[in-house]
């Protein structure tokens, strides 16, 4: 499987950004895709996750400012109003097995793309 993501950048503070990230490999559709992101210095963290039959779960503090959504195979990040505090980068993973309702760990995911890069400057 392979999970390839798009649309990083840099912005100034206030500004969007939408990334994209594609899983390819694999007949079926994974049950969830999710995004994580690493600021310097910190673990990986819980973005948003986007299960297949279209529901959506955030980490409380970016709900409002990030949405994300999914076609099939392919996941969307819309960030707006983005804050220095967002610079990281920006991991998409997915998961292929069912009957987990677990979104937040980094091992509900089993498969991983290898990030992209977001700067906000002030």
């Known amino acids: 499987v392979q999970l390839v993501e798009s649309g990083g950048g840099s912005v100034h503070a206030g500004g969007s950004l939408r990334l994209s990230c594609a899983a390819s490999?694999?007949?079926?559709?994974?049950?969830?895709m999710g995004w994580f992101r690493q600021r310097v210095g910190q673990e990986r963290e819980f973005v948003a996750g986007a299960w297949v039959d279209g529901s959506t779960d955030y980490e409380e503090t970016l709900k409002g400012r990030f949405i994300v959504s999914r076609v099939h195979e392919t996941t969307y990040l819309q960030m707006n109003a983005l804050k220095p505090e967002d610079t990281a980068v920006y991991y998409c993973?997915?998961?292929?097995?069912?009957?987990?309702?677990?979104?937040?760990?980094?091992?509900?995911?089993?498969?991983w793309g290898h990030g992209t890069q977001v700067t906000v400057s002030s």
């Open positions: 490999g694999r007949s079926d559709t994974p049950s969830l």
């Open positions: 993973a997915a998961r292929y097995w069912l009957g987990s309702s677990s979104f937040r760990r980094l091992d509900d995911y089993n498969h």
